[in-house]
């Protein structure tokens, strides 16, 4: 049996993960935020943006699919374990298209599977990949994703994201899922660039 072993990138201590559970449990904490877009969404955080920033930004190299991977146990795990709803709702990452060999939206909306959430992938597709990355609110507003659904869910949703900041996509996201006929709950992130 091959046995890998890491440096945690947090503290360099060997490992037999990215980020060691000590680590995990010191600095990884989450905490619950709240933030209400001007669309009236509701939008869940877990961690402040500038304190996982560097974590965040590997989404685009291969180490961060365990890097992401580590984050949603930590964060949007746990979020499921304690959610309980009348119903079944779908969990819909945003643009869960796997460009860098994998998705990151989607290991975020799959670590939410319980009874009462369900995962479905591939439903919400951004038909303009424009990056809005350190684009200011003006850009954002004129290029918009132009999300496509695949057909009329008409469910109660969950909308599962990275991060938000101005809240342009995750609103562009709800309107279309709502044009639809769905409900759009609230939006999991995790992570707030405001707060």
């Known amino acids: 049996m091959l046995l890998l072993m ?32 001007p669309n009236y969404l509701t939008v869940y955080s877990f961690y402040r943006y500038s304190d996982i920033e560097f974590l965040l930004k590997s989404k685009h190299k291969f180490i961060g699919y365990s890097i992401y991977r580590t984050l949603a146990k930590n964060s949007f795990y746990n ?43 591939s439903k919400l597709r951004a038909q303009n990949s424009v990056s809005y990355s350190a684009k200011p609110l003006s850009y954002r507003l004129s290029n918009p994703r132009d999300f496509m659904v695949d057909y009329k869910l008409n469910y109660d949703l969950i909308l599962v994201d990275d991060i938000v900041t101005s809240g342009t996509t995750l609103s562009e996201a709800k309107k279309v899922l709502e044009d639809r006929g769905n409900s759009v709950l609230f939006a999991l992130t995790l992570a707030d660039a405001r707060i």
Do not use: M
């Open 79 to 121: 979020f499921a374990k304690n959610f309980k709803y009348d119903t079944q709702v779908v969990a819909i990452p945003i643009d869960d298209d796997p460009k860098y060999s994998y998705s990151h939206t989607a290991i975020l909306a799959k670590s939410l599977k319980s009874k009462y959430i369900k995962p479905l992938y």
């Open 6 to 37: 890491f440096r945690c990138i947090l503290c360099s201590r060997i490992s037999l993960t990215i980020i060691c559970k000590e680590c995990v449990s010191s600095y990884l904490k989450p905490n619950l935020y709240k933030r209400v877009l």
